[in-house]
């Protein structure tokens, strides 16, 4: 009885040498009972004497072979298929030695055979069915028993009948906590519907699913389908959530720490893997000969974009990558991961460089010592309602910079411009989205001058996207927090949409867009359906476990200044044309003069010194004539914009 108390105890220990005897006191009674097969067809009495005499090395060769197979190492209580084999391996290496042994002995004069061939083949028979047999058995009878306290335990369900979710099955058993039952298999393979999988039984995952979660009273599903779409996933996941079932995911095989998956990489899926879309497929190859023995600047490298944008080039190598911000902590940040990650970067082709973007003498002093030839332009304020009580620092960084940045392109010959642009540059209504158009007209414009005139050979190439997953301003990492702290949730407006991407998705198209590009264009990308706010707020409260209303609320707190109910991707005059990537359209937009544009901007730059926001706003309205402000102070500016003469703003300046 205290032995199978040990067997089935799940946190005892049996130790392995009495596994050891127990297995070879079985190959004994295997051993006996081949010879006791073999005289039933008559053999004499010398026979028995002589065969029960060689018992000890028959031991011996058999505690030999378990031993090396580590057949007693193994948990006896989670017997697979694979111990199956383990034994059948085993006891046919002991049948060879032991014929070796045979012949050896009988090699020598006036020498018998030690074993008869039929009772070694019966006895090898035995042996296998014993070693196996005792292990299922206590397999069975430790289900049994469990089974009685079913209504104790955790009940989980596995999505996936192949061999990830067989040993996803094993892993929650043996690493899990003492409450985990399996109890379900959900697989689509229609040759595995009504199948048993050691004991638990396997249903259609897109007809059973509801149905049988909520019969068996499952609490987690563990995806451990490799090959499921992720348009498959998120449906799996958004009906669990439906019924308040947690949901892990289990990493890919070559993840597996040494080969071996464990209970703790069976991770609770998050937000982003609901909004997550298929992997794109670069053109690689192009981009490789873009960028090889080039030299690339990335700008805003600290920033959530911009860090990203330097993970995907140090995978192409280029002759330098400069890693631009004036972050002091962010660089230091990505210094250390790149350091960590890719040790021999920082030694060969990549540099730290702390500057801000909107100072023209270390900007020349970059381009002078380093010469870029390709400008991945992320650095910019983007927090919509900062920027509309600081428009003056909208103009500063996201104009000035932009056009400090452009200008030292051209000068010092670099070969492409590709700024990262954004959804709220369209039909702007805050001030941040008005500052990225205005940076956009003037890199468009400047390129159409300059393939006129000869004036430069840099192609300048926008990229336009929406709100990207995880970065410092998004509002997942908001309400995470929020709900960490036990809510409530703040959400602007109940019909509030944004568009939502990954932020390597994003990096992956800017650098796609920007291969693409011939000078000129504004990439929009394909940013999948629009998303509502309150239901993203709604997923990530079930996805934590909580209960909304119960244990967590959502509060409604206004319209920010400057804030859209609706984003756009392109102008209400504006239109797309098809590029070969699926993804990325290249969006029709109107044409401007440079020199006006130019002569506009730089007085718009001069309007900074008069820290005035409403003549700041005013001039910004003037330049893009589809600002029109929501829930703002600037409102008042839209009906009526009136501007002080060339005389009236020098004497601002200079009073």
Known sequence: ????????????????????????????????????????????????FESLSAIPIILLVKGISISYFRLHNFVLRHTSVQDAFRIFYAMSI???????????????????????????????????????????????????????????????AIL?????????????????TEGIKVVAFFDENEGNQQ??????????????????????????????????????????????????VTVRTVPPVEKWINGELSFKQMKHVKIEDLIERDIIQLNKNNISDQVNNKVVLVTGAGGSIGSEMVRQLLKFRPKKLLCLDCSEIKLYELDAEIRELHPSAMNTFCEIIIADITSSPRMARVFEHFHPDIIYHAAAYKHVPLMEDNPGEAIRVNVSGTKILAEMAVNYGAERFVMISTDKAVNPTNVMGASKR????????????????GAGKT??????????????????????????????????????????????????????????GNGGEIYVFDMGKSTKIVDLAKKMVKLSGMSLGKDIQIVYTGLRPGEKIFEELLNDGENTLPTHHSKIMIGKVRTYDFKE???????????????????????????????????????????????????????????
């Open 160 to 176: 996936g009948a192949g061999t990830s979710g067989l040993t996803t099955k094993r892993k929650l058993e043996q690493e899990g």
């Open 94 to 156: 002991s049948l060879a030695l032991l014929f070796l042994v045979d012949a050896i002995h009988n090699y020598f004069p006036e020498s018998n055979h030690l074993f008869p061939v039929s009772v070694l083949l019966l006895d090898f028979v035995f042996s296998v069915f014993f070693l196996a047999g005792f292990r299922v058995f206590i397999k069975l009878v430790y289900i049994r028993i469990n089974s009685y306290s079913d209504y104790k335990r955790e009940h989980f």
């Open 597 to 655: 544009v130019r002569q506009a901007i730089i007085e718009l730059i001069e309007l900074y010194n008069t820290q005035d926001n409403m003549l700041i706003v005013a001039k910004m309205k003037n330049l893009v004539p589809e600002f029109v402000s929501k829930n703002s102070i600037f409102e008042s500016l839209d009906n009526d914009v009136t501007l002080p003469n060339t005389k009236d703003i020098e004497r601002m300046l200079f009073q």
């Open 459 to 516: 192609k300048f190439i926008t990229t336009r996207f929406g709100n990207v997953l995880g970065s410092s301003g998004s509002v997942i990492p908001k309400f995470r927090k929020q709900i960490e702290e036990g809510g409530p949730i703040t959400v602007t407006h109940p019909d509030i949409t944004r568009y939502f991407m990954t932020i390597p998705e994003a990096c992956q198209l800017v650098l796609e867009a920007g291969n693409m």
């Open 1 to 48: 009885m205290k032995f199978l108390q040990l067997l089935f105890a799940k946190s005892s220990q049996v130790p392995r040498w009495f596994i050891l005897l127990f297995d070879l006191g079985l190959c004994a009674l295997a051993y006996i009972l081949a010879i006791v097969t073999r005289l039933s067809f008559g053999t004499g009495s010398d026979f028995l």
């Open 438 to 453: 205005i940076a956009e007209i003037y890199v468009q414009s400047m390129y159409e001058h300059n393939s006129k005139t």
């Open 195 to 244: 199948k048993i999988l050691e004991g638990v039984s396997i249903y259609h995952s897109h007809l059973d699913l509801e149905s049988v979660l909520q019969r068996l009273k499952v609490k987690q599903l563990v995806i451990a389908d490799p090959t499921i779409s992720i348009a498959k996933k998120q449906d799996i996941i958004e009906r669990c959530l439906n019924l308040n």
